[in-house]
C-alpha cells in the first residue's frame, strides 16, 4: 500500500465511449502526475501537475484529457480512443514536481480499447 | 538517448545477494542515480538513491564508482518476492527535465 489509490483497475472501452480513470494520494504530496506503460515499452509520462497546475505535457493527443481539481485528485478523461492506447495507465505523486523526490505510485488501471 | 545501460536480464538463487549492474558513463556532475523496481502487473516502487556515496537503506545498498560512470544495486538477500524489473536512472535533483524510465533489467530469483 503506498498512498495512492487508482480507480478503476481494470477498464475495457470501445472507441466511442467516453470514461474516466481517477487517481487519489493520501500522502500530503504536491505533485502528482499520469504515466503509460505498453506492452514491452518503457514507462512514458504523460502530464505533471504541480499545487494543481499542469507544468507539463508531453506531447499526449487531445483524447486524453487530465484534471486535477485539488493536489489530492487526478483524473484522466479519456474519449474517442484507438487500439494502440490499450495500456496500463499508473499515477505518481511526489513532495513536489521540481525536486526528484521519491514517486510513489498507485497499482495502475489495465486499459483495453476494443 | 538512453543515459543508462543495464543488461535486460538476471537470474539470482534464493537468500544470494543480488548485483544489478548500470552504466551511465555520460553522468554529469549534479545528477543523481535513482532505482525503481517494478513488479509484474503493480506500479513502479522506489528503491534508493545516491550521488557520489555509497548509501544503504531497509531494501538495498547502492554503490557508485569512484568515476560515477557504474553502480550497482545490491538486494542482500534476494526472496521470491524480490523477482522484478529493475530500472537504474539518472536523473538531476531538481529540475523540470523530462523522468525516463528505460527498458530495465528483468530480475528472477530461483528457488
Known amino acids: 500500500e503506498t498512498g495512492v489509490t487508482q480507480t478503476p483497475r481494470h477498464l475495457v472501452m470501445g472507441m466511442t465511449n467516453k470514461k474516466s480513470l481517477k487517481c487519489e494520494q493520501h500522502?500530503?504530496?504536491?505533485?502528482m502526475y499520469w504515466y503509460k506503460q505498453s506492452a514491452k515499452k518503457p514507462l512514458e509520462l504523460m502530464f505533471v501537475?504541480?499545487?494543481?497546475?499542469?507544468?507539463e505535457n508531453n506531447s499526449v493527443p487531445s483524447r486524453f484529457s487530465p484534471e486535477c481539481p485539488n493536489s489530492s485528485h487526478l483524473f484522466l478523461h479519456l474519449h474517442t480512443l484507438q487500439p494502440e492506447d490499450s495500456a496500463l495507465y499508473l499515477c505518481?505523486?511526489?513532495?513536489?514536481?521540481?525536486?526528484?523526490?521519491?514517486?510513489?505510485f498507485g497499482p495502475g488501471t489495465r486499459l483495453t480499447v476494443t | 538517448d538512453a543515459k543508462t545501460t543495464q543488461p535486460p536480464s538476471m537470474d539470482c538463487a534464493e537468500g544470494r545477494a543480488a548485483n544489478l549492474p548500470c552504466n551511465h558513463s555520460?553522468?554529469?556532475?549534479?545528477?543523481?542515480v535513482y532505482w525503481y523496481r517494478q513488479i509484474h502487473s503493480q506500479g513502479p516502487q522506489y528503491i534508493i538513491h545516491?550521488?557520489?556515496n555509497n548509501e544503504t537503506n531497509e531494501m538495498a545498498s547502492l554503490i557508485i564508482t569512484e568515476d560515477r560512470k557504474s553502480s550497482t544495486l545490491i538486494l542482500p538477500h534476494a526472496t521470491l518476492r524480490d523477482t522484478a524489473v529493475y530500472y537504474c536512472?539518472?536523473?538531476?535533483?531538481?529540475?523540470?527535465?523530462?523522468?525516463?524510465f528505460g527498458t530495465g533489467t528483468r530480475l528472477t530469483i530461483i528457488p
Open positions: 555520460t553522468i554529469s556532475g549534479n545528477e543523481y
Open positions: 505518481a505523486s511526489s513532495q513536489d514536481s521540481r525536486s526528484f523526490s521519491e514517486q510513489y
Open positions: 545516491g550521488l557520489k
Open positions: 536512472i539518472v536523473r538531476v535533483r531538481f529540475g523540470n527535465e523530462k523522468l525516463t
Open positions: 500522502l500530503g504530496h504536491n505533485a
Open positions: 501537475y504541480s499545487l494543481e497546475e499542469r507544468v
